[in-house]
């Protein structure tokens, strides 16, 4: 039986070294992440918002469909996945229950945070946290979950107080260092924005902390993030980038070039590896278990008797 | 999502697609498999767009197109595209999930969730891909009367919306282009609006059964069907084009290669070695 990803992360995490955590937000992308052998994944709101609703990542989003996305996804992959909870989806009430869902959903770990519902994107102005007694409250109500029902899930607490209206790095450690007393594993620190500063809270907070390196925030390297004493630092929306990148030269190509496109597009890729697509998504693996599971000499007839690629 | 809309009061998207069947111009509807790669096919200037079964099995679940997806899946997916878009959608709606009842609900809940048009195909459930081999068909007289309900559904909820039969009589097992043909036939008596012959070989093909029916057909370029011009199309008489999983060939191939040389893995992984992983992935489930 495979180890729970729970209990995979708590291990990964105990061993020297940054984890860098792309951002997934269906299937297909959450298996390219797990065979480019990234040892984590993320389910990053503001993709899944973009993909799933075309929509900016401004707390349109609900926990139904970050949950059922976590589950296609964690279906497909074996790499511990940690889930973006946003708010929690509303007060202490409804983040325990996004916690129960994620739970048992497959995630790892998730992270909440401090935000006034409906939230935005960490690195996009406008945003406004809520009451430091609040907050606290709902991460011991995350973590009272947590404990009882997988307590290897990893519970972050992300704080988005150095971007807001009169917001600061004291704030930002402030918040972290309670956030940890009322259970939380690790801190999330959103909007940092100088090198000074990811140093000084990584000193300061009484946990491991996860970066995300992006926005207002300064791309450091891994190493650099390493010598910092960064855990976890996230790369949320660079897949979702790539793929709209792909896919707006392609359909830009072939809108004005129709086939002479599509046929040049499929001869660029003849040797990539997702070139053979019908191989790449499976079609042979699903061939086997079929001549396994079903009347096998039937299974041979129809493939030998009908048109069509022969996996 | 009114107001959330980006465009301005709109012809609704079944009449819109009706307009463009019954209208005169070859028309290509490329596949999408979210919002996402839906808003990206609306901004390039398409008139239509379809949610291909296969990307949206691939992309959503990571497996292949062989009758996995759910009605629930389906309908929930048009909904997310069709609230993003303000062009029609065509939803491909594989066998209809099930029997001809099934099929009345398929067609109620796709329309009710804002398709433009559906299409519904004679393949035994659980369906393929057209273009993989090993497909079988239900007989014509199921799948006729598969469509004579789904017409009755679809004159009841919104008679604009199109409702395109396939038929994937010319590759699957006993299949033939005459079976093709008189497929077609058949189901364009019992109410199709058009046809969609899958998997059609050559372009005399194409020629004899637009020659042969009263409706309008739909062609997908792909797999076994010759990539044929618009030009050539246009000639040919053909109404409707699909490119089915093009944009979920680039957004796959965009991902593959971003991650790959993304800064992160603890060791860098060989092309090779990579897809052997990936594929690996696959066979422990």
Redesign the interface.
Same mark, same amino acid.
């Given at each position: 039986m495979r180890k729970r990803t729970t209990t995979a992360l708590r291990e990964r995490l105990a061993e020297p070294?940054i984890l860098?955590k792309?951002g997934a937000f269906?299937?297909?992308?959450?298996?390219?992440?797990?065979?480019?052998?990234?040892?984590i994944m993320g389910l990053s709101g503001y993709s899944v918002s973009?993909?799933?609703?075309?929509?900016p990542d401004v707390g349109l989003i609900t926990l139904d469909e970050m949950v059922t996305t976590t589950r296609?996804?964690t279906?497909?992959?074996?790499v511990p996945l940690l889930a973006d909870g946003d708010t929690g989806y509303g007060n202490a009430i409804n983040a325990m229950r996004t916690t129960q869902e994620f739970i048992r959903a497959g995630a790892a770990g998730m992270h909440i945070e401090d935000q006034v519902a409906p939230k935005r994107c960490g690195h996009v102005a406008g945003k406004e946290i809520i009451p430091i007694e609040e907050a606290v409250g709902k991460y011991a109500a995350c973590a009272h979950v947590r404990d009882e029902m997988d307590p290897d899930f990893l519970l972050i607490a992300r704080t988005d107080a150095r971007g807001v209206e009169g917001g600061s790095v004291d704030e930002v450690i402030r918040r972290a260092n309670a956030y940890v007393e009322a259970g939380a594993d690790m801190i999330f620190p959103e909007g940092l924005i100088t090198e000074e500063e990811v140093a000084r809270v990584c000193r300061e907070v009484n946990a491991p902390i996860h970066y995300n390196r992006t926005g207002v925030s300064p791309f450091l390297?891994?190493q650099r993030l390493e010598e910092l004493g960064v855990a976890i630092v996230s790369?949320a929306s &660079?897949?979702?980038?790539?793929?709209?990148?792909?896919?707006?030269?392609?359909?830009?190509g072939?809108?004005a070039e129709?086939? $002479?496109y599509?046929?040049r597009?499929l001869e660029e890729?003849k040797d990539?590896?997702?070139g053979n697509?019908?191989?790449?998504? &499976?079609?042979?693996?699903?061939?086997?278990l079929?001549e396994t599971y079903l009347p096998k000499e039937d299974?041979i007839?129809?493939? $030998?008797?009908?048109?069509?690629?022969?996996? | 999502m009114s107001g959330?809309q980006n465009g301005a009061a709109k012809v609704k998207a079944s009449t819109a697609m009706r307009r463009l069947v019954e209208g005169t111009e070859t028309f290509?509807r490329?596949g999408c498999h979210?919002?996402?790669?839906?808003?990206?096919?609306e901004?390039?200037?398409?008139k239509a767009i379809a949610m291909s079964g296969y990307a949206v099995s691939?992309?959503?679940?990571?497996?292949?197109?062989?009758g996995l997806i759910t009605l629930t899946e389906t309908v929930r997916m048009c909904r997310?595209?069709c609230?993003?878009?303000d062009i029609p959608v065509m939803v491909d709606a594989d066998t209809g999930y099930g029997n001809v009842i099934n099929v009345m609900r398929t067609v109620d809940e796709i329309i009710n969730a804002g398709a433009g048009g559906l299409f519904i195909e004679d393949q035994v459930d659980p369906k393929r891909?057209?273009?993989?081999?090993?497909?079988?068909l239900v007989s014509i007289e199921e799948a006729a009367g598969k469509i004579r309900a789904a017409d009755k559904v679809r004159r009841e909820l919104d008679p604009d919306v199109i409702l395109m039969a396939r038929t994937d009589g010319?590759?699957?097992?006993?299949?033939s282009f005459q079976e093709s043909l008189d497929r077609a036939k058949a189901y364009a008596d019992a109410g199709a609006d058009i046809i969609f012959p899958e998997?059609l070989?050559s372009a005399d093909e194409i020629a004899a059964m637009v020659d042969a029916l009263d409706v309008p057909i739909s062609y997908n370029?792909t797999?076994?069907s010759p990539?044929?011009?618009?030009a050539e199309l246009e000639q040919l008489g053909v109404r409707m084009v699909a490119?089915a999983?093009?944009?979920?060939?680039?957004?796959?191939?965009?991902?593959?290669?971003?991650?790959?040389e993304?800064?992160?893995?603890?060791?860098?992984?060989a092309?090779q070695a990579?897809?052997e992983?990936?594929?690996q992935?696959?066979?422990?489930?």
């Open positions: 070294g860098v792309p269906n299937a297909m992308s959450g298996r390219i992440i797990e065979a480019a052998g990234f040892p973009a993909s799933l609703l075309g929509k296609y996804i279906a497909a992959t074996s390297n891994k790369n &660079g897949a979702l980038r790539a793929a709209t990148r792909g896919m707006w030269d392609y359909m830009e072939f809108a129709d086939v $002479a599509a046929l597009f890729t990539h590896p997702t697509m019908h191989e790449f998504v &499976g079609f042979p693996e699903i061939r086997k079929e299974v007839a129809r493939y $030998a008797n009908s048109l069509g690629y022969k996996p | 959330l290509v490329p979210d919002a996402l790669s839906a808003r990206i096919a901004a390039a200037g398409f691939v992309s959503l679940l990571g497996k292949p197109d062989v997310y595209i609230n993003a878009v891909c057209g273009h993989v081999a090993g497909k079988r010319r590759g699957a097992m006993g299949g998997g070989t370029r797999g076994v990539m044929l011009s618009l490119n999983i093009g944009a979920f060939r680039a957004s796959s191939r965009a991902l593959w290669d971003h991650l790959g993304a800064e992160g893995p603890p060791a860098q992984i092309p990579r897809l992983r990936f594929l992935a696959e066979s422990q489930e």
